[in-house]
């Protein structure tokens, strides 16, 4: 039984399992949220550069997040430390920034979620440092096609079941694998909520999209198997196989139509190349 919940704005949200369908407010607080991420991840793109270290990439998502009046969500979020992830190469998700340096030819993801005004804005992007082999561009833009063709199924009266197919049946088709361990998620109040929102899946399955349901898409596709593990520290997921992985990640509100992206790029950087 799939629960929905309607958020008017004067109660406490928790994560009781239920979707929260949201009105006007909610959509202008992930709005302003996600436009925020946003333009963290387009100023991000001249300082993504060869020997740049990840840390201070983070320190730039920190600063312009404080700035701007909302705190990074990760920061202290289950004992992360920072405020974005940063994933490199084989790296599928949830790198930690550190003293290492990007290289000439490295993809890397960064993902961010400034707090603003109670609201989440959640999206990440691929980055291209210097010269990148094609095999790996290709990557790159064919995860960015997948995410996009996810959300055209984005409407009232789909299923996720419909975004999760459009997404595994692109990859796939390009022989890819589609990541399983990982989900996007409803959020709004919360950062991570009901419903999960898979990356691959049977069209027609999983709960109806409703107008005023917030969640994200953020598939990741590895060029080679799908399995992952989990180093050391706890947090870095890399591809079993290590091969490449990439991830693009939107947060979206469904309206009465379609869907409105909350984290489109005011600049234009979509997605690589962004000169
Ligand atoms: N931003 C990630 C997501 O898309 C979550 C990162 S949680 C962290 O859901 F603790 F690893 F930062
Ligand atoms: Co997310
Ligand atoms: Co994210």
Not at 9 to 37: C, Y
Not at 117 to 138: E, F, I, Q
Not at 164 to 174: N, V, Y
Not at 239 to 257: K, M, N, V, W, Y
Request: glycine share 12%; aromatic share 6%; with cysteine.
């Amino acid at each position: 039984m799939v629960d929905y919940q309607l958020i008017t704005g004067d109660e406490t949200v928790s994560r009781n399992g239920a979707i929260k369908l949201h009105g006007p407010d909610g959509f202008a607080g992930m709005r302003a949220a996600g436009q925020l991420a946003a333009t963290i991840l387009d100023a991000l793109v001249p300082h993504v550069v060869p020997g740049v270290t990840t840390e201070a990439l983070d320190r730039i998502v920190y600063d312009m997040t404080i700035a701007a009046g909302a705190v990074p969500a990760t920061m202290n979020y289950r004992g992360y430390t920072h405020s974005c992830c940063i994933s490199i190469n084989h790296v599928v998700c949830h790198g930690i920034p550190s003293d290492r340096t990007l290289k000439d030819g490295d993809i890397v993801n960064i993902d961010v979620t400034p707090l603003l005004g109670g609201w989440h804005g959640d999206t990440s992007r691929m980055y291209l440092v210097g010269n990148v082999p094609v095999k790996a561009k290709r990557l790159v833009e064919v995860t960015y096609e997948c995410l996009m063709r996810g959300l055209e199924q984005a409407r009232p009266g789909n299923r996720l079941g419909d975004i999760s197919h459009a997404i595994q049946s692109f990859a796939e088709k390009h022989r890819y694998g589609v990541v399983r361990d990982f989900c996007g998620h409803g959020l709004g109040r919360l950062f991570h909520d009901a419903p999960e929102v898979v990356h691959a899946g049977k069209p027609g399955t999983g709960p109806e999209l409703r107008p005023g349901m917030f969640f994200t898409v953020e598939p990741m596709i590895n060029i080679g198997r799908a399995d992952v593990k989990i180093l050391d520290d706890g947090w870095t997921a890399v591809t079993r196989d290590r091969s490449l992985s990439a991830q693009f990640e939107h947060s979206i509100g469904i309206t009465e139509t379609g869907c409105e992206i909350f984290t489109t790029s005011p600049a234009g950087r979509h997605s690589p190349p962004y000169a």
